[in-house]
């Protein structure tokens, strides 16, 4: 057996990501209870702290669950089987989460994209001016497509929603983009937005939570789907407010410090970082394809060829994401056996293709705790793992995301 690579690993994955050291020491503390005076100062401080992340004023209920279970409290609360949605596609995760929908019996109608380009907001547009009856419940997004590094515009989708005077509920999975870059729950009249704790948040997973809408809560309580750990009227009704069960007060530790932190940089210096990161990241991902296969090389989902050179799988600049990129590995090479190397032989983790990207794309997660010196040390041992592997691509991708650091 190989030893273990030595020193800390680079840690490079779109979520979970990195804890910092001060989240991680907040959560070494003895345990209090969760009605206590104590604990019921911190759960405050943490409730203003997400509403004011999410740039909300209205409801906000928290779970201890991943994202998936605030997906289900989104849809539980709020559809009854039979109820028609509409699904904006942008990837993986949209389906995933359509895929739940279907599972609750709930009427999913698609519009579909070319997941390197996303949808079309004139698709939205016209498929809501059409629904004269208004049978579509809601318009559901995901603000950042994790699995390929895309993001969908909020605020172009509620415009569309506007302009077809439609009174579709909106749910926003901000799941991979919140303390990333900008969301704004209550400008852009997002109903639902979906949050989980082990991505922007820099924290454990295992904590979720929806912002939801006065629009959204007085539907809530017509609907009369059976449910209830998700249960908002019941979680309304407990002090503090949410959790069905126990408190996970541990996770309130964390989600304390995290927020101090989101607050001690500012969040539109945190944007900004974000921002600067992942600029680097594509101007690195830009210098190794060498200008070789452009952008427009491959199909909707990355999969015919050909492809001679690594690739940004988003392939729309207006669309590309500030917190994941994902790269498309040349013809007759195998994404995962390039992950393998980077992080069995040099220590760094990287992010996998999902669904029908397995093994043809890999993902470099630019999100949370993470600085220049981390972001370029990741970089360099990309290009290092893809020499490695004998994937070809122009060497030099680094002083390409030196140069854009330093611009
Ligand atoms: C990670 C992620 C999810 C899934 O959340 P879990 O915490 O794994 O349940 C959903 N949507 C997006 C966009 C994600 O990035």
């Known amino acids: 057996m190989n030893a273990k690579p030595r020193g800390r690993q680079f840690f490079q994955n779109p979520g979970p990501t990195n804890i910092p050291d001060r989240v991680l020491r907040a959560m070494d503390r003895a345990t209090l209870d969760f009605l206590s005076d104590e604990f019921m100062d911190i759960h405050r401080y943490c409730h203003a702290g997400v509403k004011r992340v999410l740039k909300t004023q209205q409801t906000l209920f928290m779970y201890a669950s991943s994202g998936h279970g605030a997906w289900e409290a989104s849809l539980a609360n709020l559809f009854v089987p039979g109820d028609k949605l509409l699904m904006l596609e942008s990837g993986y995760f949209s389906e995933s989460w ?33 629904d004269k009856s208004h049978a579509i419940k809601a318009v559901m997004t995901v603000q950042n497509e994790t699995a390929t590094g895309l993001a969908t515009p909020i605020a172009e989708v509620r415009r569309a929603i506007d302009e077809a005077k439609h009174p579709a509920l909106l749910l926003v999975d901000t799941i991979s983009s919140l303390g990333c870059y900008d969301f704004r729950m209550d400008a852009w009249g997002v109903d639902v937005a979906v949050g989980g704790s082990q991505k922007g948040l820099m924290m454990p997973t295992g904590l979720s939570f929806t912002g939801v809408s006065q629009k959204a809560l007085d539907l809530s309580k017509k609907a009369t789907a059976p449910r209830h750990y998700w249960n908002w009227e019941m979680m309304t009704r407990r002090e503090p407010q949410s959790f069905v069960g126990t408190t996970p007060v541990h996770l309130f ?15 539109d210096a945190i944007f900004a970082r974000h921002r600067r990161l992942a600029e680097a990241t594509r101007a690195a991902v830009a210098h190794w394809n060498g200008g070789v296969s452009g952008g427009a090389s491959c199909d909707a989902k990355g999969i015919a060829g050909p492809v001679k050179a690594p690739e940004m799988f988003c392939a729309d600049p207006a669309r590309v994401s500030d917190s994941v990129t994902g790269v498309i ?43 220049e010196p981390m972001l370029l040390g990741a970089l360099a041992t990309v290009e290092l793992a893809l020499r490695t592997a004998k994937i070809p691509f122009e060497a030099g991708g680094v002083d390409a995301a030196i140069r854009a650091l330093a611009a």
């Open 329 to 371: 590995v040349p013809d007759g090479h195998d994404a995962n056996a390039f992950r393998s190397v980077a992080v069995n032989r040099y220590n760094l983790s990287l992010g996998g293709g999902l669904g029908p990207l397995m093994g043809r794309v890999f993902r470099i997660g630019h999100m949370g705790d993470l600085n």
């Open 253 to 267: 530790y964390a989600l304390q410090e995290s927020l101090k932190l989101i607050d001690e940089e500012g969040l």
């Open 98 to 130: 359509e895929q739940m929908a279907r599972n609750l019996g709930i009427e999913i109608e698609t519009i579909r994209c070319d997941w390197r380009h996303g949808i079309r907001i004139a698709d939205v547009a016209a498929r809501l001016a059409a």
